[in-house]
């Protein structure tokens, strides 16, 4: 993949009650998860896993 280029996932945000953080994954994209306390920071967690996830091929 390129820098010039971009997919767009779908993230499922929810805000664990247990914890008071939001977390959140890319359905269908195995290891597209991660959590944040805030959902800019979630939002920015999860770029940065998808971006590693990408780099080894995207989901299928």
Request: hydrophobic share 40%.
């Amino acid at each position: 993949m390129s820098s010039s280029s971009s997919a767009t996932f779908t993230a499922v945000i929810e805000r664990c009650v247990a914890t008071n953080l939001y977390v959140g994954y890319v359905p269908g994209f195995v290891g597209a998860h991660s959590q944040g306390a805030s959902i800019q920071e979630l939002m920015e967690n999860l770029r940065e896993v998808c971006a590693m996830l990408v780099e080894d091929g995207l989901p299928t």
